[in-house]
DNA sequence: CTTCTTGCTACATAATACGTAGCGATTGCC
DNA sequence: GGCAATCGCTACGTATTATGTAGCAAGAAG
């Protein structure tokens, strides 16, 4: 039987990685098929290309993201991510509302 | 109807707050009752004061959290996240186990 | 009064991100 | 072959952000 804190640390690597900037960005870019590092680069937003190789670096690293000829696409592991990510976006649908009818512009 | 890109902007504004560090981590420190200043700076591994009340901040501004006379707690809005912050503590343990079996250090 | 503990700030240092330029390696195309 | 365009990615100086330690002002307890 695993303790609290033992059963807990993959949650915070998880929070960990999630937590840099652009790497749920670049996960929920990369839902809809696989980008190349331009493609993917213009998706985000011109982000810097030394930041992006860096996150795609540790994506690889961690198993979540894979380079194939076509350009990086998320490993099956991440695609069992994908309803979560979905929920997130609903989510922020609710919260995009709550902070206009609290009168702040979203 | 919605354009694709005016339809995805709340949840890119959710990406930017979560892929703030130490956010995820606040929020997941919160998930069972209200705790302190101190207390939560506790729990999230003695982040720096700045760091933290920087995001306390930010999430009080952006109605996640509220601090109360018992300290801070997730508003009702964040708490219907719940369900997907377990999901995400769930998917996490699959991720160390393939993570293990490829030869990686958790 | 003194002594705690609280939420939080100041400030100097370290780490991280940014943005522009451009390199070396392909890929057409003539 | 040669030339131009595009690719993934790196170099590097600047700007932004996080860290860590110290400690202040306010409130509670005695």
């Not at 039987?1 to 652009?22: C, D, H, I, N, Y």
């Not at 979560?84 to 512009?105: C, F, K, P, Q």
């Amino acid at each position: 039987m695993a303790k609290l804190t033992e059963s807990s640390r993959p949650v915070m690597a998880l929070f960990e990685v999630l937590g840099q900037k652009w790497v749920l960005r670049i996960i929920w870019e990369l839902r809809n098929g696989p980008l190349t590092f331009r493609e993917l680069r213009a998706q985000c937003d011109e982000i810097s290309p030394t930041v992006l190789n860096q996150r795609l670096a540790l994506l690889k690293e961690t198993l979540l993201l894979e380079s194939t000829d076509e350009g990086y696409k998320p490993t099956a592991l991440l695609e069992e991510l994908g309803p979560v990510l979905y929920a997130l976006r609903d989510w922020s649908n609710m919260w995009a509302e709550t902070r206009v009818a609290h009168g702040h512009d979203v």
